[in-house]
C-alpha cells in the first residue's frame, strides 16, 4: 500500500488490490468499505499512522519538502514558506556559520523573518538582496544577522565597529560543520 499525503490531514492510500481510498487520519474516516459499512478502524488509517510514526510520510499540519542545501527529505509546517532547511542544516541564533562568498565564518544572532529585497542596509543606499556581493542568491529569502567572531580589541577598549552586525541572504549562509 502507498500513501499519498493530500494536505490538511488528508492522506491517499492505493491499496495492493489497486483501490485508491481516501483516509482523514484526524477525524479517523476511510473512504473504503470496511470503515463506511462496517464502521470499524481499517487497515488503511492503521498504515497511515504506521508509515507516520516510521517518519515515512509527514504527519498532519507539516509537508514532506527537501532541505535547500543537502536534499533530504524533511517535514515542515504547512505554512512555512521557502527556502526549506533539514534540522541539520537549520541555522539558530549562536550557530557557527560559513560566508559562501568568502569562506569566512561567522556566529549567527538573528534569524529574521523578512525578505532580503525588504531590509535595507543601514549605511548604503540598497536592500541585503541588491547588494552586489548578494547578486547570486535569491532576493525572496529571509535574512540573517551575524558577526565575525574576533572583536578587535585595542589599547583603550574594543573597536565598535568589529562587533558590527552583518546581514546576509539566507541562502549565502551554510551552517558550519
Ligand atoms: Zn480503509
Ligand atoms: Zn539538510
Redesign the pocket.
Known sequence: MSVLPLGDGLYEIESASDHT?L?DLEAGR?T?P??VFRDVR????RRVAIEITHGRTPPPGKLSVTCHDCGETTFVDEDAAEPFYCEAHTIYPGDAVVDRETDDRLTVVDVSELRADAVTISDRETTVADYATNEGYEPDVPVVGAVYPHATVATNGVIPDSLKVYVFPRTRLEKAT
Open positions: 481510498y483516509v476511510c473504503c470496511d470503515h481499517c487497515k488503511h488509517i
